[in-house]
């Protein structure tokens, strides 16, 4: 029997930009997992999991046709992930073999609370990582990280697959997504074992020091949001106002650049500031675009931590979900959570992973 696992992800900085191949993002991997278990069968395989079943399916209309939208189904990530590892393993020579496959999350609990913690990225990596492990393929982390992007690429398409960064390379990361467009044409004519080893136009991960004065604080407001419908919206409005989401582009490099530096330095003041630059900068793009990111919830999530000493802002696409709070020494923790609580903010027990 095989076990891996992957953990889930929260955005700190650089949303939206992140899209955009050469803006940079700082994300984190957290210690809620997704674990993937393998085990050999005879005859016909098998995919199971308390938490994900496919019990309901979401369409939109266009025009006069019903069309399924499978890119918040976590069951076609685990498809994805098999299909292609499994395409890798025949590339190298593997015999192929049937298996039950068993997944279990603790970023979607049972009741049907949705977190918005990278639940499809951690089910991607977890599957592909599992699936590699059964077969000796012996991945290193960045082979791990480009098999991972495409079969997340193939299902939801529109993403910067930062979240699968963090949860392959763990611990704070600053990322700069790759070239898709590039990838597209390239996967049409390059085998995947050159693909997993050549360099990827744009991309990078660098690991950065975890901030010795601040406590990574979150909290969660009670309503799931769909990242990928947020990101269709975002797109909408950059073809509409190229020249506005230039100007945000050029905002939010200069602002997580800065923090990116700060993390370097060790410096938590630096940082600090460029939560709240960065939280503005996502407020003028929800103005000018009128995707809500900040929500009234989301709002107060902040600004009761601002009065705690506390910089804050929205974690990934916004509209519900997450928002993030870097707590100092001054930061009341005990008060700042009663506040959050009486607007039906709850503090989430959850920790970096390293
Ligand atoms: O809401 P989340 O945690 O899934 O984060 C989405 C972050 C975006 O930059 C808006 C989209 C992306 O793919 O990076
Ligand atoms: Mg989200």
Redesign the pocket.
């Known amino acids: 029997m095989i076990t891996a696992k992957a953990p889930g992800k929260l955005y700190i900085a650089g949303e939206y930009a992140i899209v955009e191949p050469g803006s940079p993002a700082i994300i984190v991997a957290i210690d809620q997992f997704v674990t993937v278990t393998i085990k050999k069968s005879k005859e016909t395989g098998s995919i199971s999991s308390k938490q994900y079943q496919e019990n309901s399916l979401s369409w939109y209309r266009q025009g006069t046709k019903i069309i399924f939208d499978n890119r918040d189904n976590p069951f076609h990530y685990i498809l994805s992930a098999i299909h292609l590892t499994e395409l890798y393993a025949q590339s190298i020579g593997k015999q192929m073999v049937n298996y039950h496959v068993n997944i279990d999350s603790d970023l979607d609990s049972t009741d049907g609370k949705k977190y918005?913690l990278g639940s499809s990225a951690a089910v991607t990596v977890a599957t592909v990582r599992a699936v590699s492990q059964f077969y000796n393929l012996k991945l290193t982390d960045n082979a791990l990280f480009k098999l991972s992007a495409m079969a997340h690429l193939d299902v939801q398409g529109n993403g910067s697959l930062g979240d699968i960064a963090a949860s392959v390379y763990g611990g704070w990361i600053a990322y700069y997504s790759f070239d898709r467009d590039w990838l597209k044409i390239m996967r049409k004519g390059t085998p995947l074992t050159e693909l997993l080893t050549m360099d990827w136009p744009m991309l990078s991960v660098q690991r950065l020091p975890q901030p010795k004065d601040l406590e990574l604080l979150i909290g969660w407001t009670g309503s799931p949001?769909s990242?990928s419908i947020f990101v269709d919206k975002m797109a909408l409005f950059k073809a509409k106002q190229k020249k506005t989401y230039s100007e945000f582009l050029e905002d939010s490099k200069k602002c997580v650049t800065a923090m990116i530096n700060g993390f370097k330095l060790n410096n938590s003041i630096i940082i600090q500031q460029e939560i709240t630059n960065n939280r503005m900068i996502l407020q003028q793009l929800a103005d000018a675009s009128q995707v809500i990111i900040e929500t009234e919830s989301l709002t107060s999530l902040c600004n009761l931590s601002e009065s705690q000493h506390a910089a804050a802002k929205t974690?990934?696409?916004?509209?519900?979900?997450?928002g993030i709070a870097l707590a100092t020494s001054e930061t009341n923790r005990t008060e700042l959570f009663k506040d959050w609580a009486q607007n039906d903010i709850q503090p989430l027990n959850i920790k970096v992973t390293l």
Do not use: F, K, L, P
């Open positions: 918005g949001a990242t974690s990934g696409a916004g509209g519900g979900d997450c």
